[in-house]
């Protein structure tokens, strides 16, 4: 600092002063550099940013060779930039300078390091924080910076240590404080999350960051109130933030309110534009809405210009393992893993979609990678427990069961604990304790989906039926008979989930001219077709019902929803390098429902409903987790919803009789060759005999089955539900039909 009259105001801490003082000298001489410097300095402390950077400016181009002036212009271009969510490269660029004039200028080589980040040049930026965290090891401000560029990194514990060191050097270090937090929480301590991020708010209240980081650690622990009030906290001090509109959607999004949740994004949108988060966010409320097509379509065009964004590639790989492909989900994941390595969440997702293919040995490795990240990971845990069931080693299980007396435990946590240790028991043929589980995790799930508005909704489920019924009646199909495609290709298989769809799919699959593609969404998007041929918009698309519009359909219509159908077959076939396939298996259980739709768009498609004792299904899908499916949890539900499919298949034999072949699950079991060939001649093929080896299959589909896909077909499923009789008395409310085969 000069030894001037300035420079004697500023030693002595009185910058309105200098500042004065500094008008005075420029009214003598406009060109007068350490003048326009101090009025930088002092614009800059008021938080008028863009004058201290005219200042600032205007002093190197009077003493160029000034590295303090290039500094401090290169800190205030920094301010400029955030604030118009911009890359700071003229800071780079200025602070460049200052280190070019004066190579051991710390806070210039320090300025340099965080415009350089911001640039995502994190290799250079950690070069130059880790020469400054050696030369001035007690320095907090180095030491967290360089736990940023670790953490950004996907360094997560090394960043952990630099944050510690941090405030070890500066117990008052906001910002230390409150990255050790939010990186606690991602570590599954949600207490010492906590406990950081609050004490942050409490050593600077005003800074909206702080408040920003603590809604993060409070939604982590899914106390969604409190973490919505630390958001418009911060919202109320810095509304121009584009990451934190996309926190405050996220709360949205995950209470169930979908419509205000897209709001924010595009909130988040008019503030930054190209806000992948933002984008992100908006594609995965089209998959809740059940538009992944939509929400693929969106993320295809951020795949190249955010290929190393968490969130875009999470939302993508969870969009195709929705859309039946596993393969390219776990593709997306082995990407996100490459940015964040330390992310234990990620694993346990790829985990979930390799169990959920039948791949249970790749899932183990997976689960086990997010446990050694992360001890309490408890997705990793609990698909763990799902997928090893009795086998789960003794220590895993005490390790569970102990998580489940923490005091601040999630709900979406403790259930998710509770049905991996109901896996457990019912391997273990322990039937009370099982149950026990199971009940205790289907109802902190039915709540969660209450009080996000997602409860399942039997009324209009049961209207829903009856206009099925009513529109697919006799009349229909003999004025539509001529209307659909005679391609043989398609086979539908459809039924009540765990009624054997993924058995059937997997016996078929293994005959040489038979493609799996699992579970996909085609049906139902060719029926929502018709609202986009008669210009419904995407809002009306999901208030809309398709059903209304059939009376529009026409030769035209069912022309272009067929070709396009079959274009998207012959694609899968290419690109699973089976185009030689004379089949494609399409299996969707909810298709069932679409059974008169699938009839009139392609009369020659072979359609396979598979059956099974309803008290079995009933059991199986009350022990399953299922993610989307919501009426699962609760008996008056799903004793509503298997009442609805009886009424429904009732309605398809009467209506198309002799249109679709049925296979019962206990027939299956007892003659599996004799089964598996009616099945294969059904589809007008010559026998295979490594159809008997469905386990065998290589192409990762999309099932809640897990352990099953990968296994011969065995009888313990058969009459399980007499087990559970005891304990679960709704069982035997369940209305149960014949269960002989009808001829096709």
């Known amino acids: 600092m000069p030894t001037t009259p300035i420079g004697d105001l500023l030693r002595a801490g009185d910058l309105g002063g200098a500042a004065e003082v500094a008008r005075n000298l420029l009214a003598e001489d406009p060109a007068h550099a350490e003048a326009q410097h101090l009025l930088g300095l002092h614009a800059l402390s ?122 070890e050097c500066d117990p008052g270090h906001v910002r230390a404080e409150s990255n050790l937090g939010a990186l606690l929480a991602a570590f599954g301590e949600g207490e010492k999350a906590l406990l950081h991020c609050r004490r942050a708010v409490e050593k600077a209240p005003d800074s909206w960051n702080a408040r920003r980081l603590l809604g ?222 199971m009940a205790k995790a289907n109802a902190l799930q039915w709540a969660q989906r209450e009080k996000r508005g997602q409860a399942y909704a039997a009324q209009g489920h049961a209207a829903h039926c009856r206009k099925i019924c009513t529109l697919f009646d006799r009349d229909w199909f003999d004025r539509t008979a001529m209307l659909g495609s005679r391609s043989e290709v398609p086979v539908f298989i459809v039924g009540m989930p765990r009624s054997g769809t993924t058995l059937t799919e997997q016996i078929l699959a293994r005959h040489p001219q038979v493609l799996g593609i699992g579970e996909r969404n085609f049906a139902a998007q060719s029926l929502h077709a018709l609202l986009a041929a008669h210009g419904s918009v995407a809002a009306s698309a999901a208030e809309s019902d398709p059903l209304d519009r059939l009376d ?52 020659a498609a072979r359609i396979i409903h598979c059956r099974r004792d309803p008290r079995d299904v009933a059991l199986s899908c009350w022990l399953t987790q299922f993610g989307k499916i919501q009426w699962a949890s609760r008996w008056p539900d799903l004793l509503d919803r298997i009442n609805h499919y009886q009424a429904l298949m009732r309605h398809w034999r009467a209506v198309l009789p002799g249109r679709f072949i049925e296979s019962d699950y206990e027939t299956m079991v007892a003659d599996q060759e004799g089964q598996s060939r009616r099945l294969v001649e059904w589809l007008g093929l010559d026998w295979d005999p490594r159809c008997l080896q469905h386990y065998a299959g290589e192409n990762l589909v999309r099932t809640a089955s897990i352990t099953q896909v990968r296994q011969p077909i065995y009888q313990r499923s058969v009459a399980r539900w007499q087990a559970y009789l005891p304990f679960i008395p709704e069982l035997a409310d369940i209305c149960l039909e014949s269960c002989t085969s009808a001829s096709a």
């Open 46 to 167: 008021r938080g008028v940013v863009d004058e201290a950077c005219d200042w600032f400016e205007a002093a190197v181009g009077n003493a160029p060779q000034s590295a303090w002036y290039w500094c401090n212009l290169g800190h205030a271009r920094m301010q400029q930039a955030r604030l118009r969510h911009q890359h700071p490269l003229t800071s780079v660029e200025a602070s460049r300078r200052a280190v070019q004039l004066r190579a051991d200028y710390p806070q210039a080589r320090y300025n340099l390091a965080c415009a350089l980040l911001e640039c995502d040049q994190r290799d250079e930026a950690a070069s130059l924080l880790k020469d400054l965290c050696e030369g001035f090891p007690g320095n907090a401000d180095y030491a967290c910076a360089l736990g940023d560029v670790q953490r950004l990194a996907g360094n997560w514990r090394a960043a952990l240590r630099r944050y510690r060191r941090a405030l």
């Open 552 to 603: 529009a359909l026409d030769a035209d219509n069912v022309e272009r929803i067929t070709r396009h159908y079959l274009e998207k077959l012959e694609r899968l076939k290419r690109s699973l390098r089976k185009g030689d396939a004379q089949r494609v298996v399409d299996k969707m259980p909810d298709n069932y429902s679409l059974i008169g739709w699938i009839a009139t768009l392609f009369p």
């Open 216 to 437: 993060r650690c409070l939604v982590l622990l899914e106390d969604f109130d409190e973490a919505m009030q630390a958001f418009a906290d911060a919202y109320e001090r810095h509304a121009d933030s584009s990451g934190l509109c996309v926190d405050i959607a996220r709360v949205w999004q995950e209470n169930g309110d979908l419509p205000e949740a897209a709001s924010w994004f595009q909130r988040a949108l008019g503030l930054q534009p190209g806000d992948a988060s933002a984008h992100a966010g908006l594609a995965a409320i089209l998959l809740d809405q059940g538009q992944a097509g939509r929400a693929l379509s969106l993320l295809g065009r951020l795949l190249d210009s955010a290929a190393d964004n968490v969130e875009v590639l999470k939302v993508h790989a969870l969009c195709l393992w929705h859309e039946g492909d596993a393969s390219a989900a776990i593709a997306q994941l082995r990407k996100a893993q490459s940015v964040q390595p330390q992310n234990a969440a990620l694993y346990a997702i790829s985990g979930q979609i390799l169990a959920s293919a039948g791949e249970v040995e790749s899932a183990h490795a997976e689960y086990l990678q997010a446990l050694a990240l992360n001890t309490a990971c408890i997705p990793a845990l609990s698909g763990l427990a799902t997928s090893q069931r009795g086998e789960l080693d003794d220590d895993r299980l005490l390790g569970m069961m102990r998580l489940l007396d923490k005091p601040r435990l999630r709900d979406s946590a403790r259930a998710a604990l509770h049905g991996g240790l109901a896996q457990v028991f019912d391997s273990r043929k322990d039937w009370p304790i099982a149950a026990s589980h």
